[in-house]
C-alpha cells in the first residue's frame, strides 16, 4: 500500500516544523493509490432533532450510491456512523457511552453537532474567547475538485499554532476548494481518538456530497455511480428518507438550515453554521420524489422554520401535492406567521391540527436575556390566533428550567403562561451551558441544580393537569392515526394532532405498521387516548 504525500501544491507546505510528531497531507483527489476491498456495511446511530434523520437519510444516499450496504443492526456493519447532539451535555454523555458498546473492530465516524462546535479551534484560546477562526462559518466546499488537509496525528500543541497561523493565511487566499480530512485541527478527534482508535472519520454534513473524497482517503474503495450536486441538500436520498426502520411513510424535508437569531443559550448556529435558506424548486422537488416513493407524511425543517420567505407558498404546494396525507413543520416563531398561514390550516385539511411552538420561558426578562426577540405578550397573541381557528388545534412547545438568572417569580410566570396556552405537550429542558454560546461567555450558571429539577417536576404536574383536561374534550372525536406498533388486541402511535393514541381493533381484522386508520376517542389519560378502529 503506498500513501501519497503531496504539499508541493500549497505554501503551507515550508511552514510544518521538520521534526514534528505529525504530517500534513495535502492532495489532489485525483492523485490515489489504494486497495480493493470488499464492500462495507454501516450503520448509522441518530442523536438529538428531526434534522438529524434528514441529514443522515442523505448520508445513507451517498454511501449506498458509493457502493457500501446499508444494515439494520448496529453488531452487523463494519462502519458505526453516529449522527451527533450537542443541545444538551446529556447528548454528548450518550455519544460517549456509545462509544464504550461499540467493537474495537468496528470503525466509527462521527458527523455533525458535537465535532462541529470543536471546530473553532479552542487550543488558540478558551471557551470564552469570542475569536472564531474557522468552523462551520466557513460555508461548503465549492470546488468540483478539492485540496484535502488531513491531519494524522498531532501532539505537539506548538506545533499545530505554528501551522494554524499559516493555514489561515492561506486559506483566505482559497476558501471555497478545501476538505478537511476529521477536521483537521479539531482537537475533539485527537481526544476521542486517543481513547477509542477505531474513531476513524470526522465529517461536516456540509460537505457530504465530497465523502467519497475523504473515504478515499482512508482508502476505501468508493466508485459514486452518480454524480453528487455540489450541495448537500441538494441530494435527494431516495428510497431512504425514512426513519432507518420499518416506516415507509414519512419523510423530514428541510426547507432551510442552520440558523442566525444566536439565541444566548443555543449551541446550533456555532455547531452547525447560518442560516440558509432552500430554493422553492429544490425543496418541492425533494416533497415530490419522497411522495413517489411511498411517504404520506411530510414533515419541513427549519431552525425558524416559518422565517423562509416563501413559507406559505412551500407549505400550500406541498399540502397540494397528491397523495401526501399529512402535512407537518417544525420548528416556527410566533412572530413571523401571517394571516394567510392560518387560512392555509383552516382550509387545507392534510395541514395537521398542531404547531410546534418553543417558548423557553414565559418571563420576559428570561426571554430578553435569552434573546429570543418576542416577548409573552406576542405569545399570548399567537395563542389567541391559533386558538381562533375553526379547526381545533393542539399547541406543545419547549421550555428551559433553571437559565441564567431565572429566579421564582420568572419560573412563575412560566408557570402562568403555560396555563394560558394549554399545552398538550412541553418538552422540559434542565439549562446547561454550552461551548461557545453567548450564555457560557458572559452568564452565570447560578441555579442550583437541584432547584432546576424541582422546577422542572412542578412544571411537569402543571402539564399532566393541563393535559387531561385537554383530553377529555377528545372524547367522541375521530382522528386519523398513524400505527407504529401492532399487537393481536391494539394498534399505537400517534394522531394527526400530536397525540399518543392506544386503539382496539375488531377480532376479524389485522393492520401493518405504518398505515393509516381512524379511529373513535372513548377514554384518555394525561398524554394518551384510547379508544376504537372506525371500520
Given at each position: 500500500m503506498f500513501r501519497v504525500l503531496n504539499l508541493s501544491h500549497s505554501p503551507i507546505s515550508e511552514h510544518i516544523p521538520k521534526k514534528s510528531s505529525f504530517h500534513l497531507q495535502f492532495t489532489c483527489p485525483f492523485?490515489?493509490?489504494f486497495t480493493m476491498k470488499t464492500t462495507k456495511t454501516f450503520h448509522i446511530i441518530i442523536y438529538g432533532c428531526q434534522m438529524n434523520y434528514s441529514d443522515s437519510a442523505r448520508i445513507k444516499a451517498v454511501l449506498s450510491n458509493s457502493w457500501m450496504a446499508y444494515v439494520d443492526n448496529?453488531?452487523?456493519a463494519d462502519i458505526v456512523i453516529l449522527d451527533t447532539c450537542s443541545v444538551r451535555q446529556k447528548s454528548e454523555d450518550k455519544?460517549?457511552?456509545?462509544?464504550?458498546?461499540?467493537?474495537?473492530?468496528q470503525k466509527i465516524w462521527l458527523t455533525w453537532c458535537m465535532i462541529g462546535h470543536n471546530l473553532n479551534l479552542k487550543k488558540t484560546g478558551t471557551t470564552k474567547s469570542k475569536k472564531m477562526t474557522m468552523g462551520n462559518f466557513v460555508d461548503s466546499v465549492s470546488s468540483s475538485e478539492p485540496m484535502i488537509v488531513w491531519l494524522e496525528s498531532l501532539q505537539e500543541d506548538s506545533a499545530l499554532q505554528k501551522v494554524v497561523k499559516a493555514f489561515k493565511t492561506w486559506k483566505s487566499d482559497a476558501p471555497d476548494n478545501i476538505l478537511y480530512v476529521n477536521h483537521a485541527f479539531d482537537p475533539l478527534f485527537r481526544k476521542m481518538n486517543a481513547q477509542f482508535p477505531n474513531v476513524e472519520l470526522f465529517f461536516r454534513i456540509n460537505d457530504l456530497w465530497l465523502l467519497p473524497y475523504a473515504l478515499k482517503k482512508l482508502w476505501y474503495e468508493v466508485n459514486p455511480h452518480v454524480d453528487i450536486v455540489n450541495e448537500y441538500t441538494g441530494i435527494i436520498p431516495h428510497n431512504a428518507n425514512m426513519l432507518f426502520k420499518e416506516n415507509t411513510k414519512t419523510a423530514y424535508v428541510p426547507i432551510s438550515t442552520w440558523c442566525s437569531q444566536f439565541c444566548a443559550y443555543c449551541i446550533v448556529p456555532y455547531a452547525r453554521g447560518l442560516e440558509k435558506n432552500r430554493p422553492i424548486d429544490e425543496i418541492m422537488t425533494e416533497v415530490q420524489a419522497h411522495v413517489r416513493d411511498g411517504a404520506e407524511e411530510i414533515v419541513l425543517l427549519g431552525q425558524i422554520v416559518n422565517k423562509h420567505p416563501d413559507f406559505y407558498q412551500i407549505l400550500k404546494?406541498?399540502?397540494?401535492t397528491p397523495w401526501v396525507r399529512w402535512v407537518r413543520y417544525t420548528s416556527p416563531y410566533p412572530t413571523y406567521y401571517s394571516q394567510e398561514i392560518w387560512d392555509l390550516h383552516e382550509s387545507m385539511e392534510n395541514i395537521c391540527p398542531h404547531v410546534h411552538m418553543p417558548l423557553q420561558s414565559g418571563s420576559d426578562a428570561v426571554l430578553k436575556k435569552m434573546f429570543r426577540g418576542y416577548t409573552t405578550d406576542q405569545y399570548r397573541q399567537f395563542v389567541d390566533e391559533i386558538r381562533s381557528i375553526k379547526r381545533k388545534m393542539s399547541i406543545t412547545t419547549d421550555i428551559i428550567v433553571g437559565f441564567c438568572d431565572e429566579t421564582e417569580e420568572d419560573f412563575v410566570e412560566s408557570l402562568?403562561?403555560?396555563r394560558y396556552s394549554k399545552f398538550d405537550m412541553i418538552y422540559i429542558g434542565i439549562y446547561s451551558p454550552r461551548p461557545w454560546t453567548y450564555g457560557a461567555r458572559k452568564y452565570e450558571d447560578n441555579v442550583p441544580t437541584d432547584v432546576k429539577k424541582e422546577r422542572r417536576a412542578r412544571l411537569?404536574?402543571?402539564?399532566?393537569?393541563?393535559?387531561?383536561q385537554n383530553n377529555q374534550a377528545e372524547i367522541g372525536q375521530t382522528r386519523?392515526?398513524?400505527i407504529k406498533s401492532v399487537s393481536p388486541w391494539s394498534i399505537a402511535w400517534y394522531t394527526d394532532n400530536m397525540k399518543n393514541i392506544v386503539v382496539t381493533v375488531?377480532?376479524?381484522?389485522?393492520?401493518t405498521v405504518w398505515s393509516f386508520v381512524t379511529a373513535t376517542i372513548t377514554d384518555v389519560k394525561p398524554f394518551t387516548l384510547y379508544g376504537h378502529v372506525v371500520v
Open positions: 492523485v490515489y493509490f448496529k453488531e452487523q455519544v460517549w457511552g456509545q462509544l464504550k458498546e461499540l467493537r474495537s473492530d404546494q406541498t399540502a397540494e402562568e403562561l403555560t411537569n404536574d402543571v402539564l399532566t393537569d393541563i393535559s387531561a386519523l392515526m398513524m375488531p377480532e376479524d381484522h389485522t393492520y
